[in-house]
């Protein structure tokens, strides 16, 4: 079984541009999270979604992130414009279904940085 | 805001030694996970527990979870190189079992 795939693995932009990451899911998978992962720090979720529903975007930075999952399958995350801050890895994850107990499986991540 | 707590944050040990690592929270949370991470790569989920007092095994890994569900340890004995990671726990809570994570323990297990 194919695994959570993430692209591109490393991008360096400066600040106040424009950068954007793909998510592609476990095929059949429901629900779909991107966190973001500060170095030293354990992931934060920015968005969950379920299909292409949006359940919780609480710690989504809304003013410059976006994100979308067109047909309940892959999934983009934007920053627009990017902060020095930003500076992390991007996770995206995704499970079968929203439930205790139910496993997340997380792709290999995005490294950003921002000069 | 619910919030984990690992510790210890760092830790270095010889091959063959036994090691704890806590996670601590003021919250109950529905479940807890524990996930080790590799550089480079996403975080790999170990186990689930689900029941205050709960034990799971894993080969040489022991995890539990408090009786109150607000905390947990992960036991490793005899501890090897290949168990070096960064070992996350992570709470779920909610109605859509928003996953909160800890910042970690950074483990080196050295030959």
């Known amino acids: 079984e194919a695994g959570v795939a993430q692209s591109p693995r490393y991008k360096i932009i400066e600040k106040r541009q424009s950068v954007a990451f793909w998510c592609n899911p476990i095929?059949?998978?429901?629900?779909l999270y991107w966190y973001q992962q500060i170095l030293g720090q354990g992931p934060k979720l920015l968005i969950q979604?379920?299909?292409?529903?949006?359940?919780?975007d609480s710690q989504l930075p809304k003013d410059r992130f976006s994100a979308e999952r067109l047909k309940g399958v892959d999934s983009t995350l934007k920053i627009q414009p990017a902060k020095l801050e930003d500076s992390a890895v991007y996770l995206c994850?995704?499970?079968?279904?929203?439930?205790?107990?139910?496993?997340?499986?997380f792709g290999p991540g995005t490294r950003l940085t921002v000069l | 805001t619910q919030l984990l707590e690992q510790s210890p944050q760092f830790l270095s040990i010889q091959e063959g030694e036994n090691l704890t690592v806590y996670c601590n929270s003021s919250?109950?949370?529905?479940?807890l996970q524990w996930y080790r991470q590799e550089p480079g790569e996403g975080p790999v989920l170990l186990v689930t527990?689900?029941?205050?007092?709960e034990v799971k095994k894993l080969k040489r890994l022991t995890f539990q979870f408090g009786d109150a569900r607000k905390d947990s340890s992960l036991h490793i004995t005899a501890a090897q190189p290949g168990d070096t990671g960064l070992y996350l726990c992570?709470?779920?809570?909610?109605?859509?079992?928003?996953?909160?994570f800890g910042k970690g323990t950074l483990l080196t297990v050295n030959p």
């Open positions: 994850a995704s499970s079968l279904f929203q439930g205790t107990g139910d496993t997340q499986y």
């Open positions: 095929s059949g998978h429901a629900t």
């Open positions: 979604f379920q299909n292409n529903g949006v359940v919780d």
């Open positions: 919250s109950v949370f529905s479940s």
């Open positions: 527990v689900v029941t205050g007092g």
């Open positions: 992570a709470g779920s809570g909610g109605s859509n079992y928003k996953l909160t």
